[in-house]
C-alpha cells in the first residue's frame, strides 16, 4: 500500500497563477483532509471532506477550493495565488472523522 | 479558546537516555489525542493514537499517557537513538461541536547525539 501520496512534490507559481493539488488514498478511509504548515503556525486545516461527495471549509479555507473527486482522490484548488499561500501543504485521510489521521509526504509550494 | 502546548520546544540528550516529551490542552472533553513524528522536509509519522477512555498506549520503545483532569498527555521514549532524532507533535481531537478537526502543538524538536 502507497498510502498517501501528493502530487506535486514541489511547485514554484507566480502571484496570481492558478494551479491544483493532487491528493490520493489507498486505504479504504472515508474521511480526507489539506493542511497548511507555516513556521511558528503549525498545522492548520484548509478543508476537510467527512465522505465522499462532501466537503467543508476548516480553520483557513479563504483562497482554496476543493474537490472531492471519487472516494480516493481530494483535490485543492489555488485560483489566484498569492505570496501568503507560500507554504507546506499536507493532505491526510482517515477511516473516519474520529480515527487516526494519516499524511501524505507534502507539497511545497512557493509563490513569488 | 482551545489550544494544544507542547513544552520544550527543543531537547537534546545523549543516546540510551529516557526521555518525556510533554503535551498539554485547554480543554478536558476531548474525543483522542494522536502523537506524530516528523523529519525534516517530510510528512507526517503517526505513532500512537489514545482514546479518551484510555490511560496509554504503548509501541515499541514509546508510551503515551493521557490524563484528561490535568489537560496533558506525555510521550515516553526509552533508550533513545540517533535515529529518534525529529520533530514530535502532539494533536487534539476535541469533542463536540466541529469534531472533525485536529488542534496541533508547535511540536519538539528532538536531537539524540551519539
Known amino acids: 500500500n502507497a498510502g498517501v501520496t501528493q502530487t506535486p512534490k514541489f511547485q514554484v507559481l507566480k502571484t496570481g497563477q492558478s494551479m491544483t493539488l493532487q491528493c490520493a488514498q489507498d486505504m479504504n478511509h472515508n474521511s480526507m483532509y489539506w493542511y497548511r504548515q507555516d513556521p511558528g503556525m503549525g498545522l492548520r486545516l484548509i478543508y476537510y471532506s467527512a465522505s465522499e461527495g462532501t466537503t467543508d471549509k476548516g480553520e483557513v479555507p479563504n483562497g482554496y477550493n476543493v474537490s472531492r473527486l471519487n472516494k480516493r482522490e481530494f483535490s485543492l484548488r489555488l485560483e489566484s495565488a498569492a505570496p501568503s499561500q507560500t507554504s507546506v501543504y499536507f493532505c491526510a485521510s482517515g477511516a473516519s472523522s474520529y480515527n487516526e489521521q494519516f499524511f501524505g509526504p507534502g507539497t511545497r509550494l512557493t509563490v513569488l | 479558546k482551545q489550544e494544544v502546548t507542547q513544552i520544550p520546544a527543543a531537547l537534546s540528550v545523549p543516546e540510551g537516555e529516557n526521555l518525556v516529551l510533554n503535551c498539554s490542552f485547554t480543554d478536558s472533553a476531548i474525543y483522542n489525542l494522536q502523537w506524530f513524528r516528523q523529519d525534516p522536509g517530510k510528512g507526517l509519522t503517526s505513532l500512537l493514537l489514545?482514546?479518551?477512555?484510555?490511560r496509554e498506549q504503548t509501541s515499541g520503545r514509546l508510551n503515551a499517557s493521557l490524563d484528561k483532569s490535568s489537560g496533558r498527555s506525555t510521550l515516553y521514549i526509552a533508550a533513545s537513538q540517533p535515529g529518534d532524532s525529529a520533530t514530535y507533535l502532539c494533536a487534539v481531537k476535541y469533542s463536540g461541536g466541529s469534531n472533525y478537526k485536529l488542534t496541533f502543538g508547535k511540536g519538539t524538536l528532538l536531537t539524540v547525539n551519539p
Open positions: 489514545i482514546q479518551s477512555s484510555q
